[in-house]
């Protein structure tokens, strides 16, 4: 029996909660989490100057935290469209384990000291596009943007990109043309990645009312933006060992896993629709976490052993 | 003088609610202790060795 269950059948009785921990970090969206915690240790790392173990800690998991605080304020403002969708309906806040109010009150709480802590641990300016970011995923993106415009992950995608740079911030106290680009890389990757996903799933968004690409433009459309879109991403995608900021192995991870998601885009395009097509879609979905997961894996992992050595 | 309402019984709560509540006290308690000894080691390190430089 839900939460709401137990209130509707005594109203006039306390509510107690049966919400478990793990309910709880199910709202901070882990899964998104993780990524954030690679790109925006990308950001710090490719940042010149040193930084202390503990500082460069306590910054990426202010980073992650303050990002799995927008997640639970995204859960808490969208339950009713995630409980009408097969993939978000076991969510905590629709399936009746977290009451909403909790999950606003938990991600404002998270909200303000992850932000905070950044703040005081790093430097301001890094705390303040820690709470642009986190204002942008849940006011201009969650709000605004996803109900209203199929451009809504295009523009909205630009808060998912903004890890890397609030990392380099942090490590500097400035905004550099390297964090730029890293934000590129995940701007123009978040369409092809999300659309992959809308492409299958398109009649429980459209069932939900949220006008995703599929469901305003047609698969047609949505199939050809995201070979442009992966187009575009592969030359970013190879930019910073372009630019000189990244070493020939990435330089060499990125031309070949740009041209396995072009590979998979082109596929997508010329299958067409059907169960091949949501096949081929799926594929670029999968390939498309792999391939931003290697990149940024890639410059982490070159920037830490050459601290180390 | 009115009578004070009598106070109100406290519910009973079910095995799964009082599980629930420990896990959810254990990890708010975990939650906090680390949060500690991350701001104690923090503060070290930010301040370093002016740790103890300050007028007595």
Redesign the interface.
Known sequence: MSLADQNAILPS??A??????KD?FALLKPRVMSLVVLTALAGQLIAPGHM?P??AF?SV?SIAVGAGASGALNMWYDSDIDALMTRTRTRPVPSGRIAPGEALAFGLILSVLSVATLGV?TNWLAAGLLAFTIFFYAVIYTMWLKRRTPQNIVIGGAAGALPPVVGFAAATGHVGLESIVLFAIIFVWTPPHFWALALVKSAEYGRAGVPMMPCVKGFARTRLEILLYTIALAPIGAAPFLMGFASLYYGVAAMAGGTVMLYYAARLFAVGAGPEGNKASMQLFGVSILYLFLLFGVIVAEKAIAALL | MKEAAPPRPAPELTAAQLRSRRARNTAIGLAIGALVILFYAITVVKLGPGILNRPL
């Open positions: 009785a306390p107690f909660s049966l919400a478990e921990p709880y202390h503990v500082i306590a998991l641990v």
